[in-house]
């Protein structure tokens, strides 16, 4: 069609192919805006027509994203923190000056009667020597350094005379046992603070002991009418009883493996300096290591013995546990 152009607006023209391009071509912009206006009205519009496409939905999704990221952060976090099945080895403060008490740790001290603790007594077994001859013989052997730690304990290991270890194999497996538990990395060693050497002369820093159910109430005391070890400071001795360690606990359901490597965890834990003992701190957790396992893994069969112990759930139960460290 030709002629003259009506009157009237003009719609804008797209540029030619062949001419340059002066200004982008765009049929909704508002000419008449700044720039960062129309941009600014633009993202508006944007987010009005997400709103309402998505409704509710539109407010929940960025909400669930932070909630997700605030999830992953606190479990990178909690990677890092001790789990339920993670133990405490000891109290906070350890007495590396322990060795100069003159009285004897971890026996209990209350005159508690024997029928006040039916977790505590001795199971039914095998025989074991009630009467020894209070003097000791040392297994002869000796080892590498146990352990990464800068502190070393020198440890012999030795049998009372009079006691017969044949019906558990002998002296020397009772040795083997006593190696073989403070080598493992789940045992003392595990904080890397402490490391153990076996000797079988000189002075060293701990005896561990099987004793006789006699010595073991001279040294470690008879209040309570119950079998039990200790740490006695002035001969360096861990008294293992031996109607314990042939009988084991209650608590340990018969397991007699777990309950001596617990036997000699705990007293050489009192050896090396944790004189306090711990109750069950989380129900169903592995029980601490210084807990009195001997005597119950639940808050109300062990507050009795010790008085020291104060605002304590005596709901918590536990589960037996022969180690410092467990997760090691």
């Not at 109750?279 to 009795?304: D, E, H, R, Y």
């Amino acid at each position: 069609m030709t002629g003259t152009p009506q009157p009237g607006p003009q719609r804008p023209r797209r540029p030619r192919p062949d001419q340059p391009l002066r200004a982008r071509w765009d049929p909704t912009a508002d000419s008449g805006r700044p720039r960062s206006e129309r941009v600014e009205r633009r993202k508006r519009s944007a987010v009005a027509r997400f709103v309402s496409a998505y409704g509710w939905r539109a407010y929940a999704i960025p909400v669930l994203a932070i909630l997700t990221v605030v999830l992953l952060v606190l479990t990178v976090r909690n990677g890092d923190q001790p789990t339920a099945e993670t133990t405490a080895a000891g109290d906070d403060v350890r007495n590396t000056h322990v060795q100069e008490e003159t009285t004897p740790i971890g026996a209990p001290t209350g005159d508690i009667q024997e029928e006040a603790l039916p977790a505590g007594a001795l199971p039914d077994g095998g025989a074991y020597t009630r009467k020894g001859e209070k003097v000791y013989r040392t297994v002869r052997g000796t080892g590498e350094k146990l352990g990464t730690g800068n502190q070393v304990y020198t440890y012999s290991v030795e049998v009372e005379r009079g006691i017969d270890t044949q019906q558990y194999g002998g002296d020397r497996t009772f040795a083997k046992l006593v190696d073989a538990t403070l080598a493992n990395p789940k045992s003392w060693i595990g904080d890397g603070k402490v490391s153990f050497r076996r000797v079988d002369s000189g002075e060293p820093d701990l005896r561990i002991s099987l004793s006789s159910t006699d010595t073991a109430r001279e040294l470690c005391g008879y209040q309570i009418k119950l079998e039990t070890s200790c740490y006695y400071p002035p001969d360096a001795r861990v008294v293992l009883n031996e109607a314990r360690w042939v009988r084991g606990a209650q608590a340990f359901e018969g397991d007699d493996l777990t309950y001596r490597q617990y036997l000699i965890n705990h007293e050489v834990g009192h050896g090396i300096g944790y004189e306090k003992h711990q109750p069950c701190k989380q129900n169903g957790a592995l029980a601490p290591i210084m807990m009195q396992q001997t005597f119950g893994t639940a808050n109300s069969q062990i507050m009795a013995l010790d008085p020291e112990m104060k605002d304590v759930d005596r709901s918590l139960v536990c589960k037996p546990n022969a180690w410092p460290y467990p997760t090691k």
